[in-house]
């Protein structure tokens, strides 16, 4: 009898099978559809625009123009990305450690209240807040005139690459902080304390016990900063005037002025294929350990 | 190796407005294996937490060897815990988990391998090295914990129900696995666990707690012929208490009620003598393994006791407790039995 009833149980669903795939698909159709024609269409017609010539020839002319015209900036997007994304992971390490091994209550609740307001400031405001902040006669150095550790022939401008540097980790700081500090507090605390208990200061238990844990995390947020760093062309346009600058501003910088879409994509190539190259290394790093599992 | 004793003067831990420790008085002697027994949520873990540093004093003071450690980080105190989670390190493989704490107190890499291959060959794990942690069974796991705390030679080692998670033969083993190792040693070591038997079985000296206090302090024997009072009595497996009409049976006393534990009381269809006798109903009997644990009333209360044989329910019997198993206990609930039985007084071999 319970063969029977199992047997009935069990041929209903197969029956639905057909049906029920039908219905997920017309569930899943409309973020489907949004995908392919917002993001994967003009994603893959930037892509080819980049090869082909005015007649609708392909060519590798774009490219070559795009390195003669444009090859300093490139490289010096991809050392600011690299400085930008160096000073972010200090910082953020830095934050969410104290978050986490953090033994003053207060300071930790003064921390944890104070480090995200950097997130709720539009790109916009932070590169005009930067420019009143970092220039020659702007409030960093007046502030450090008055305290005495600057005389005011030696003030300079910070208008430039360290100033770029500085408003993108400031922008992105909080955002990695955010995903670290929550994975650091997800991990399981008994981790850190046996660590320290067998002796290991905080210094060490954060380097050695927290920061391998979280590793992952920190990559992702990494990655994800220098995706923005890439996109954003508020911030250089107003914070760097003349060349060399990031290739946001140039893309924007040819299209304006010349109408000129194919170099335009040409160089937004280029940045897809540096993202692309990181998150490849990220996703071969967690499969390896996937597989070392 | 050096041992060490641990003292602890009025020790008072709160956490928000909940006084969790309070006034903990304790010496340990060097050498020993204490056990922190007491139900769920009094106080076990969070003394020991207290010792390793993870739990700051609102007052008193704690000492090893008479040198105060109430103020050092836990990184300092050279106490050595094996957290009830074991909490080893995932991203280590197992030989890197015990070589770790070496590293961190700067021994060089060829003395630590030694090291690590020995404590391995101790644990029996030797081939166990460069396994992840995360591929070990809980016994393995439970084993590496220990392992990684005793690699440093610890002055004092804290245990924190290091055998609850296991199943019960695992358990039997490394209980007198770890009884062993601590010996031979030396190493005075505090154990908590919430399982009397394992307690007596393993402690020299049991401190019994009870909501943030030590509610006794003995020998396993002591604490098992004479719990403080009724409650201890109670965590101790005495289930059964009986208030007495004086003159009864042979048992002189002015105790207000005694205890006793079914597995001593039996069912008789005589009284005997030298025993305590109750006229009884059977309610219920049930097999028990090696008996028969039977329910009676008598007087309107509800005992337990032992029995070879079946009862049928509703039959009349006498209940009958040998007079050494009684535990006496006076009006106040405290027990008569004279304090200085209870004391440790157990020297250590
Ligand atoms: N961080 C905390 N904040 C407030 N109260 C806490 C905290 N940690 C523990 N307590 C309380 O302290 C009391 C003692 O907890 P503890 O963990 O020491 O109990 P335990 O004896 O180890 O219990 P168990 O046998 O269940 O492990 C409990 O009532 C618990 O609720
Ligand atoms: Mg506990």
Redesign the pocket.
């Known amino acids: 009898m319970s063969l029977s009833n199992a047997s009935r149980v069990s041929r209903s669903p197969l029956q639905n099978a057909s049906h029920t795939k039908w219905y997920s698909v017309a569930l899943v159709a409309p973020a489907l559809a949004a995908i392919v024609f917002l993001f994967a269409v003009p994603l893959i017609r930037s892509v080819v625009t980049a090869f082909i010539d005015a007649d609708g020839g392909w060519t590798l002319e774009n490219i070559s123009r795009a390195v003669e015209f444009y090859g300093r900036d490139v490289v010096f997007t991809i050392v600011i990305a690299v400085l930008s994304l160096a000073v972010i992971a200090a910082i953020s390490i830095a934050i969410a450690g104290y978050l986490t091994l953090g033994s003053t209550p207060w300071a930790v609740a003064a921390l944890r209240w104070l480090y995200r307001w950097p997130l709720f400031i539009p790109f916009i405001v932070a590169g005009q807040t930067a420019r009143s902040f970092l220039a020659r006669n702007g409030l960093m150095n007046s502030m450090l005139m008055e305290a005495g550790l600057l005389e005011p022939v030696a003030a300079q401008s910070f208008l430039d690459w360290r100033g770029l540097v500085m408003t993108f980790a400031w922008k992105q700081v909080p955002f990695v902080t955010l995903l670290l500090a929550g994975a650091m507090a997800s991990l399981d605390r008994a981790t850190i304390e046996s660590a320290r208990n067998l002796g290991a200061n905080r210094l060490r238990c954060l380097f050695e016990i927290v920061l391998p844990q979280v590793r992952p995390t920190l990559f992702v947020g990494l990655i994800l900063s220098l995706v923005t760093i890439m996109s954003v062309l508020s911030v250089p346009m107003m914070i760097i005037a003349g060349t060399p600058n990031m290739m946001t501003t140039m893309m924007a910088h040819r299209v304006t002025y010349y109408g000129d879409y194919a170099v335009a994509n040409a160089l937004g190539l280029f940045s897809y294929l540096l993202t692309a190259l990181v998150a490849w290394f990220y996703l071969r790093s967690t499969l390896e350990k996937e597989a070392g599992k | 190796m050096q041992s060490t004793s641990l003292t602890l003067d009025n020790v008072t831990v709160r956490?928000?407005q909940?006084t969790?420790l309070d006034s903990i008085s304790l010496s340990v002697p060097q050498g020993s294996f204490t056990c922190l027994l007491?139900?769920?949520?009094?106080?076990?873990?969070?003394?020991l937490r207290a010792i390793a540093g993870f739990a700051p004093l609102e007052s008193g003071d704690m000492a090893i060897d008479a040198v105060s450690i109430a103020a050092l980080p836990p990184e300092k105190r050279q106490t050595a815990m094996v957290f009830?989670s074991y909490a080893l390190w995932p991203h280590m493989s197992v030989a890197e988990n015990l070589a770790y704490p070496l590293k961190l107190r700067g021994i060089d890499r060829a003395s630590r391998a030694r090291k690590v291959a020995r404590i391995l060959d101790l644990l029996d794990l030797a081939e166990f090295g460069a396994r992840s942690v995360a591929s070990l069974s809980g016994g393995q796991r439970q084993r590496i914990a220990l392992g990684r705390a005793l690699v440093i030679d610890p002055p004092i080692l804290l245990l924190d129900?290091p055998l609850s998670n296991l199943d019960a033969a695992i358990r039997r083993n490394l209980r007198s696995e770890l009884r062993q190792l601590q010996r031979q040693l030396g190493i005075t070591t505090i154990m908590?666990t919430?399982d009397q038997e394992e307690a007596l079985s393993m402690a020299d000296t049991i401190v019994l707690?009870r909501s943030?206090k030590i509610a006794q302090v003995a020998a396993p024997e002591a604490l098992y012929a004479a719990p403080v009072d009724i409650d201890a009595a109670r965590f101790m497996g005495v289930e059964n208490f009986i208030t007495t009409d004086s003159g009864e049976m042979g048992v002189a006393s002015d105790a207000a009620c005694f205890g006793f534990r079914s597995m001593s009381a039996s069912i008789c269809l005589h009284p005997l003598a030298g025993h305590l006798n109750r006229k009884a109903v059977v309610i219920d009997s049930a097999y028990a393994g090696d008996s028969y644990q039977v329910l009676v009333k008598s007087d309107g209360e509800l005992f337990s006791a032992r029995s070879s044989t079946p009862q049928l329910a509703g039959a009349q019997v006498i209940l009958c407790v040998p007079a050494d198993a009684l535990i006496p206990f006076g009006a106040d609930k405290n027990c008569l039995i004279p304090t200085d039985y209870r004391t440790p007084g157990r020297t250590l071999s």
């Open positions: 956490m928000g909940n969790i007491g139900p769920s949520g009094c106080g076990k873990t969070t003394l009830q129900e908590v919430h707690m943030g």
